[in-house]
């Protein structure tokens, strides 16, 4: 096999050539759909990256996810709770509106208003002031020695062409097939332009000539389209039909890199891949237990850990292509905690906790998943439900495409599950992202907990991980962050599986950058001929 490995570490990422060719179409396949085009609709690695090649942030990463100056061409903190950023002037959106300083403050506004998914984006904000046309003040509620850090997927609007359409308010994810303007249309500074938008069908980019940086692709169109099934999608690579598919099914890749003309290019990918269960309702919304909530006690999470074989997972259903993990965040994050240790697999302990919880015969309980979002996401819940069942616990399976299911699960669809599976990469690269969002108790007033889909609360957590936020000192840091994910393990709040594995599928002579996050940009790519 000649499987290309692109990362060696968990941050670093592997560019294919170079060199400019003469322009060149581009089509490329990944297994949903886009399903909005509004930047602030949903905070979804897939959403996020594809419109990044649309829209830009104060800051964007390169190549190897270090942050780099984009809409702002500097920053420096001029107060301890205040950032002044210095932006670029002479840009315009793509309709030809100059980018200024009122753009930036309706971006913070909208991204932070109730239907928005990316407020948690800018944690510890607590206003955006205008200095002058190309400079404004971030203001905070403390030191915050991580404030870019997710800026380059916090994206700038264009605020009088969002008035003029009615795009002012955010689309909500749970009605992302209503024809909201933002839904359908686009209107960024980036390298490329929104031509065609047909969510279930195709979308198509061409290059923006305008855009202020110098391009480095030799695209003179994207094309688009969503193949959710796995053998058509390999099929459009191996038949030229289309030059990069992703997730290429991992049974397939030997396939795609033995085929004349293409390769599979693989990695190490930032994301856990973990389960969560409902921990804030009394009662559960979907399982047989009446009157009380089995997940209230540690002793049946505990009891769900321990029946989960996750080596069976990684060798069956990953087919080798993951690392099983004690942690909710992979080597290669920020506070990554390198002493934790997976609670061990025993069937005979778990039914044991189940019997002791009050459970001797288990119970039912739904689980929801998405069937187009993570790699082997539907195979790996059909494991997990033969895994639980062999503890007694009947696991009622909803497999559903990640537009229903995000739209049901999240804060929009009012957190509508019991039990789920879920995958994370955090967009900082820092462990306060999870701990924030994931993990802290949800709060509509700090934005804490979004995506907390459980509502599992721990005040221990919630103290320690508002600390991490404004610490500066590293080392201290580093200590706090330790403490909050070996609180998190010992309470048994998630159960997490696994760090999946990047899985493209590209044409020869078609030179990308495959970055550790999954995140794709166009702007490095380049056709040869």
């Not at 024809?179 to 209107?187: G, H, I, K």
């Not at 269960?277 to 769900?304: K, T």
């Not at 909050?484 to 990047?502: I, N």
Request: aromatic share 10%.
């Amino acid at each position: 096999m000649r499987i290309r490995t692109a990362f060696m570490t968990g941050v670093a990422a592997a560019i294919l050539a170079v060199t400019p060719a003469s322009a060149e179409t581009f089509r490329f396949a990944f297994q949903g759909p886009l399903n909005s085009l509004d930047p602030h609709s949903l905070n979804e690695t897939f959403q996020l990256g594809f419109l990044g090649n649309i829209y830009e942030g104060l800051t964007r990463r390169g190549t190897d996810l270090a942050i780099q100056p984009s809409l702002a061409e500097s920053w420096e903190i001029v107060e301890p709770n205040r950032w002044r950023f210095h932006l670029r002037e002479g840009v315009t959106f793509h309709n030809g509106n100059p980018f200024t300083a009122d753009d930036v403050i309706f971006s913070y506004e909208r991204a932070t208003s109730e239907g928005s998914d990316v407020g948690q984006k800018m944690p510890g904000v607590v206003a955006v002031e205008r200095v002058d046309d190309y400079t404004v003040d971030f203001v905070t509620d403390g030191p915050n020695p991580i404030l870019t850090a997710e800026f380059d997927t916090w994206y700038i609007m264009d605020q009088e062409w969002a008035v003029e359409n009615g795009a002012d308010v955010v689309t909500n994810v749970a009605e992302a097939d209503r024809e909201f303007f933002a839904n359908r249309n686009a209107n960024g500074t980036n390298a490329f332009m929104i031509q065609e938008h047909q969510s279930d069908v195709r979308t198509i980019a061409v290059p923006n000539p305008d855009w202020w940086d110098e391009a480095e692709h030799n695209l003179t169109e994207v094309i688009f389209q969503p193949i959710q099934s796995d053998a058509t999608r390999v099929a459009a690579l191996l038949s030229g039909e289309m030059d990069l598919v992703y997730p290429v099914p991992l049974q397939d890749q030997q396939r795609v890199d033995e085929n004349d003309g293409t390769t599979a290019l693989t990695g190490p990918e930032l994301r856990t891949i973990f389960l969560g269960m409902d921990q804030a309702r009394d009662e559960l919304l979907y399982s047989n237990v009446e009157g009380a909530n089995p997940f209230h006690d540690r002793r049946v999470r505990l009891a769900f850990y321990q029946a989960l074989d996750v080596d069976a997972i990684q060798q069956v259903v990953m087919r080798g292509a993951s690392t099983p993990s004690a942690s909710m965040v992979a080597p290669g994050i920020n506070g990554f905690p390198t002493d934790l240790e997976r609670y061990p697999y025993d069937p005979d302990a778990a039914r044991a906790l189940l019997e002791e919880a009050g459970y001797p015969d288990g119970f039912e309980v739904q689980m929801n998943c998405p069937n187009d979002r993570y790699v082997n996401d539907e195979a790996i819940c059909q494991a997990v439900v033969g895994m639980l069942g062999r503890i007694g616990v009947t696991v009622n399976l909803l497999a559903e495409p990640r537009s229903v299911y995000f739209g049901r699960v999240l804060a929009q669809g009012g957190y509508d599950t019991s039990f789920y599976l879920l995958g994370w990469s955090p967009g900082s690269i820092d462990s306060y992202n999870p701990l924030y969002n994931l993990v802290q108790t949800r709060n509509t007033d700090t934005g804490s907990g979004t995506f907390n889909l459980g509502g599992f609360s721990d005040a221990e957590i919630d103290q320690l991980a508002n600390e991490v936020l404004v610490e500066t000192d590293p080392d201290a840091r580093g200590d706090l962050i330790n403490q909050a994910w070996q609180r998190l393990h010992d309470e048994v709040g998630y159960l997490p599986l696994h760090q999946q594995a990047l899985s493209w599928g590209v044409a020869d002579g078609v030179n990308v950058a495959q970055r550790a996050d999954n995140v794709f940009r166009w702007r490095h790519t380049t056709i040869d001929n």
